[in-house]
């Protein structure tokens, strides 16, 4: 019962950073393509986290979590590219 309720707000909290960071790469990839300040090694970037994400999502909704690490990665990226975008944009 305990072990649900723990795996239940863990998947919550997943779900909640993947929602997070998605939104950080699209803003990312958007702005990039109207101003033109993305290269081809960044938008190739952006979309395999983008890609990551939505796979981390379909893991987390289709009954729990495939890799236990899979929160932490996640965790990890969010902060690399929360970062890149404090510096000025360079990720």
Known sequence: MVEDSVETGLRDE??????????????????????GTLDQGQVRMLG?????????WKEAVGGGIARPS??????????KLAG?????GQA
């Open 14 to 35: 997943l779900l909640a950073n993947v929602r997070r960071l998605t939104r950080i790469v699209l803003d990312r990839l958007e702005n990039g393509a109207r101003e």
């Open 48 to 56: 395999s986290i983008a890609l990551r994400s939505l796979k981390l």
């Open 70 to 79: 899979a929160l932490k990665q996640l965790l990890s990226t969010e902060e």
């Open 84 to 88: 890149s975008m404090k510096r000025g």
